[in-house]
C-alpha cells in the first residue's frame, strides 16, 4: 500500500469517527441546536402547519 493509499484510509477513518461522533450529539435528546428532522407519521395540526409553512419559504 502506498502512502497516499494509507492516508487516504486514515482520512476516511477520522471522517467515519468523526461522522458518529455527530451523531451522537444530535441524537441527544438534551441537545439545543435546531436540527432537520423529517415530519413524524404521528404529527399533530401544529407540526403540519409548521411544516407546509416552512416548506412554502424555503423554496
Do not use: W
Not at 487516504?8 to 450529539?25: A, M, T, Y
Request: proline residues 5%; contains cysteine.
Amino acid at each position: 500500500m502506498t502512502k497516499k493509499e494509507q492516508k487516504s484510509e486514515k482520512h476516511s477513518d477520522q471522517e467515519k469517527q468523526g461522522f458518529k461522533e455527530f451523531l451522537k450529539k444530535v441524537e441527544d435528546p438534551n441537545y439545543q441546536r435546531e436540527i432537520n428532522r423529517a415530519l413524524p407519521p404521528n404529527a399533530n395540526s401544529l407540526q403540519v402547519t409548521k411544516y407546509k409553512l416552512c416548506k412554502k419559504i424555503r423554496l
